[in-house]
Every structure is written in structure tokens, then in C-alpha cells.
T-cell receptor, first 114, second 111 residues
Framework: DGGITQSPKYLFRKEGQNVTLSCEQN?????MYWYRQDPGQGLRLIYY???????QKGDIAEGYSVSREKKESFPLTVTSAQKNPTAFYLCASSRATGWQQPQHFGDGTRLSIL | DQQVKQNSPSLSVQEGRISILNCDYT??????FLWYKKYPAEGPTFLIS?????DKNEDGRFTVFLNKSAKHLSLHIVPSQPGDSAVYFC??????????FGTGTRLKVLA
């Protein structure tokens, strides 16, 4: 059964810590994305990747880092430089970037600060 | 500066009636529009999309209408069912990687 798996579902971070959110897809999609959702706001793009070993900053990349060493995996690290990390994080994938391809989403990771 | 706006944060509709969710956009470069449905603690699920070369796209109970001159998009659900109760996001793309999402409308279908 193809899909996108995000883990963990809930994550807690202490001040000054880096944490990594996992995203794995078995849809054979080329492109992967990370979004952040805050209450009352739409989804905002953090990073995206069109192909393995390549990724680009989105609108709110500061304080985050990513890697794309495998097609099926796109982990997101929330660094201590991200001053307001508490949010719901969503990973998505699509067949290709851009032209008329819907994105498919995982079920998200909720990150909270202790 | 919000390029995609969903001005109604919530909507209640009786079961069996039509639900109409609205979305306005400001960027005339957008050429692909999508609607997603989201349940609590889950990721959004793709519902239906429309290209800017069309003004209507239908899929079962869901129809999306696009009015390019008004820069307005709407989603019609007929008939509405209790299982349709969720948050609905519209999104738009200028034909690149970037999808701009609205803030969502919470639909409640009353039995």
C-alpha cells in the first residue's frame, strides 16, 4: 500500500536541541516537500527537493536543514536556530515538481518545546 | 501578503444540501488550482484540481469552478454528507514547485 510515512507523530524538543523528523515515501515520487502549519494559517513551504542530492529553500527555511540521499527519504532537522519550532510539520511528495501534479501528504509530526 | 485567501473560517451545512467553499487569489500567474481535505491529526488529502484552461471540473459529488476574471475558485459538494466534515484547503501554483495554500475553511455537515 503506497504512501508517505512520517515519524514520530509527536516530538518534544528541549531548548538548544536539534531534532530530526523522518519522512519516507514508497510512491516512487521524484519530488518531496516539507511544510509547516501553524494555527489559523495555511501551509508554508520550508524546503523542497526535485531529485536525489538536490534541494531548495522554501519561504521559511531559516533554522531548518534537510538532506536527500535517497529517493524515498527526505528528513528534516529542526535546529536550535529555529526560535519558534512549535508547529505541525507535514511532508509531501509528487511525481515531479510543478506542472499540474497534486502533492500527496503524510499524516504529520507535531513538534512541541519542553 | 496572502496570495490565496479563504475568507470563511467555518461553514455549517445540513446533510443532503450543497456545501460551497470559496477561495480568492491575487496572482494572475497561477495556472493550477487544487482542493485538499484535512481531518484532525492527519495530513491533507488531495480532492480535486483544475487547470486554468478550464472553468469547471467534476468528480463525483465534488465540482470545482474557476472564474479567472474574478480570480475566484469554489468547491461544491452535493449532496453533503457527515463524513465531509473536515477542514478544506485551496492551493494554487504558477506552474512551478511552489504551491500557495489558503488558511482553510472548516466544514461541518449536520445530520
Amino acid at each position: 500500500d503506497g504512501g508517505i510515512t512520517q515519524s514520530p507523530k509527536y516530538l518534544f524538543r528541549k531548548e538548544g536541541q536539534n531534532v530530526t523528523l523522518s519522512c519516507e515515501q514508497n510512491l516512487n515520487h521524484d519530488a518531496m516537500y516539507w511544510y509547516r502549519q501553524d494555527p489559523g494559517q495555511g501551509l508554508r513551504l520550508i524546503y523542497y527537493s526535485q531529485i536525489v542530492n538536490d534541494f531548495q529553500k522554501g519561504d521559511i527555511a531559516e533554522g531548518y536543514s534537510v538532506s536527500r540521499e535517497k529517493k524515498e527519504s527526505f528528513p528534516l532537522t529542526v535546529t536550535s536556530a529555529q526560535k519558534n519550532p512549535t508547529a505541525f510539520y507535514l511532508c509531501a511528495s509528487s511525481r515531479a515538481t510543478g506542472w499540474q501534479q497534486p502533492q500527496h501528504f503524510g499524516d504529520g509530526t507535531r513538534l512541541s518545546i519542553l | 501578503d496572502q496570495q490565496v485567501k479563504q475568507n470563511s473560517p467555518s461553514l455549517s451545512v445540513q446533510e443532503g444540501r450543497i456545501s460551497i467553499l470559496n477561495c480568492d487569489y491575487t496572482n494572475s500567474m497561477f495556472d493550477y488550482f487544487l482542493w485538499y481535505k484535512k481531518y484532525p491529526a492527519e495530513g491533507p488529502t488531495f480532492l480535486i484540481s483544475i487547470s486554468s484552461i478550464k472553468d469547471k471540473n467534476e468528480d463525483g459529488r465534488f465540482t470545482v469552478f474557476l472564474n479567472k476574471s474574478a480570480k475566484h475558485l469554489s468547491l461544491h459538494i452535493v449532496p453533503s454528507q457527515p463524513g465531509d466534515s473536515a477542514v478544506y484547503f485551496c492551493a494554487a501554483s504558477p506552474g512551478t514547485y511552489k504551491y500557495i495554500f489558503g488558511t482553510g475553511t472548516r466544514l461541518k455537515v449536520l445530520a
